[in-house]
């Protein structure tokens, strides 16, 4: 499955389920993908290994469905950002 493939799949059934029934909240959206970060890492602090992948999933599942929902392809927005990335310098420059 393509990764817009996916976010069209994920975001029919976040529609379906009612997520969309009213305009979503931009910061709310981010702050629940936030929560799914955080329940990842819950999960490694308590070494719950399904459950870091099962919260992996969630951010991945909550961020295609926003960008769906916001009428963005994020295959492409990967596509170009990954392509930005590649000219950075080793660390983005930063030290580690």
């Given amino acids: 499955m393509q990764i817009a493939q996916a976010a069209r ?6 529609r379906e389920k009612g997520f969309w029934d009213s305009e979503r909240n931009f910061g709310e959206a981010i702050a629940l993908i936030h929560s ?9 602090r ?11 999933a969630d951010i991945v ?6 960008a769906q929902g916001l009428g963005y392809d ?9 392509a ?3 000219h ?3 660390m983005h420059g930063k030290r580690c």
Avoid: C, F, Q, W
Wanted: zero cysteines; aromatic letters at 2%; glycine letters at 4%.
């Fill in 9 to 14: 799949l994920i975001h029919e059934n976040a």
């Fill in 36 to 44: 799914e970060a955080s329940e990842a890492l819950e999960a490694y």
């Fill in 46 to 56: 308590e070494s719950d290994l399904t459950g870091i992948g099962e919260e992996l």
């Fill in 61 to 66: 599942i909550r961020t295609l469905d926003l």
């Fill in 74 to 82: 994020i295959e492409e927005e990967m596509i170009r950002k990954m």
């Fill in 84 to 86: 930005v990335n590649k």
């Fill in 88 to 90: 950075r310098p080793r």
